[in-house]
């Protein structure tokens, strides 16, 4: 397979100072909303809670990831059974149901986030789409062994959970299936091979590395 790092880096966040005038047509993003960028609910906007810690996806970082997804074969979602395990604003969770997964599970263990992704999944009628209360990584572990084809892993950048996380989303991820982790460093095919786990994509957006995995399928190496 090939493999490459996106050497291209999104753009990075504006530094804190005066805010800028957006360019003329552009839709305005309130600092406290997330747009979805494609997909049957482009332009759509999702509220992003002040919490500590919460750090939606960038537009950009969500864009690659979902070009990287169409050029690999991600072209008939209405097959795929997607799970946002650390969902927050939901911004991943509800870019994939935007472009036509068939099931799209949003975990969050925080209730007001909760009350947040219910409200945007009725405005929005994303019948598609299921808000689940819960710890990611539990909801992982307990979910059907080799059922889902993508899974979306950004759990807080403070929390130790990294490799229990990867496992449990591995053993939840279909053969050939994909898996989507932002975190504070960069994980390299010797550190995914002990998960099956191999590396498709990966790119630097300030302090974040953004990862396209994939599971290994039964024989390939």
Do not use: C
Not at 118 to 128: F, G
């Amino acid at each position: 397979m090939n493999r490459r790092t996106d050497t291209r880096a999104p753009a990075k966040p504006a530094a804190a100072g005066p805010a800028r005038s957006p360019r003329p047509g552009a839709p305005r993003t309130a600092a406290h909303e997330v747009r979805i960028i494609g997909g049957q609910w482009k332009r759509s906007k999702l509220g992003v809670a002040d919490k500590p810690g919460l750090r939606p996806t960038p537009d950009r970082v969500r864009e690659t990831l979902f070009n990287w997804l169409t050029s690999a074969g991600g072209d008939d979602w209405s097959r795929w059974q997607v799970i946002d395990a650390f969902a927050g604003t939901g911004a991943l969770g509800f870019e994939a149901a935007s472009r036509g997964a068939g099931r799209v599970t949003l975990v969050e263990q925080d209730a007001a986030l909760v009350a947040m992704l219910h409200a945007s999944r009725a405005r929005l009628q994303a019948e598609s789409v299921t808000v689940v209360r819960g710890d990611g990584r539990a909801v992982l572990e307990r979910w059907p062994a080799a059922s889902a084809q993508l899974i979306l892993l950004d759990p807080p950048f403070d929390a130790d959970w990294y490799e229990a996380a990867l496992r449990a989303a591995r053993q939840a991820l279909a053969p050939g299936g994909w898996l989507y982790v932002e975190a504070p460093q960069a994980w390299s095919d010797e550190a995914l091979a002990p998960l099956d786990l191999t590396l498709f994509r990966h790119l630097k957006a300030g302090a974040v590395h953004a990862h396209l995995l994939q599971r290994l399928a039964p024989g390939a190496g």
